[in-house]
């Protein structure tokens, strides 16, 4: 269903701009596959929260997270059953495990401080993550999503470092921790993503 609505909606596109080529129009499509394909994959998450009695957490993180995921992109999977599963993992579990985790002071301290080291250079190494179906080449774009990962990374660990509830700052961390991971070469090799860069060479100004 949602690759019939994507296509019809990329040869209305064509339509109206002859000049985009087929290479430009699978860009397109796929762009508006995980435009569209969000809506019930957000939906789901929400439906199965509730279920599982974690609405509210799963809804505090999906919006505390959304600056981060959105600047510093990160891996696709490749089918929507797929995405629907991941997307519901990463956020349910995420949940899952702060509310069993109890970090003391300490501990909380050293682990917020290595995160934010990694974490800044992930970064500088990876961020913005694009893929080769979605790739960001323009280099402006480029530095001032790297500059928001930055700020949205730095100001999430400062708020569970400050944040005194144990889930909620376990949520905050843990899910600034995990994003991170999906940017990483380890886990486009895993999911056998490739890098908009890898695939189109250099980016444009």
Not at 115 to 124: A, N, Y
Not at 155 to 167: E, F
Request: hydrophobic share 45%.
């Amino acid at each position: 269903m949602i690759d019939t609505i994507c296509t019809f909606l990329t040869n209305r596109i064509r339509k109206e701009m002859p000049e985009i080529d087929d290479e430009r129009a699978e860009v397109i499509n796929y762009g508006l596959q995980n435009i569209v394909g969000e809506i019930p994959k957000i939906f789901l998450l929400f439906i199965i929260s509730f279920i599982l009695g974690m609405l509210k957490e799963v809804l505090f993180m999906f919006i505390v997270l959304t600056p981060y995921r959105g600047a510093s992109g990160g891996f696709h999977l490749k089918t929507h059953l797929g995405c629907i599963i991941g997307t519901t993992v990463f956020y349910c579990g995420t949940v899952l495990l702060s509310q069993h985790v109890i970090l003391e002071d300490i501990t909380k301290y050293i682990l917020i401080g290595i995160s934010w080291i990694f974490g800044m250079f992930m970064i500088k190494l990876y961020a913005p993550a694009d893929t080769e179906n979605v790739p960001i080449l323009s280099k402006n774009d480029r530095k001032k999503k790297q500059i928001i990962a930055y700020i949205a990374y730095s100001i999430g660990l400062i708020a569970a470092l400050l944040i005194q509830d144990n889930v909620i700052s376990n949520i905050v961390l843990f899910g600034n921790l995990l994003q991170t991971l999906t940017i990483t070469k380890l886990a486009y090799r895993l999911t056998k993503n490739k890098y908009g860069y890898e695939v189109y060479g250099d980016a444009s100004v």
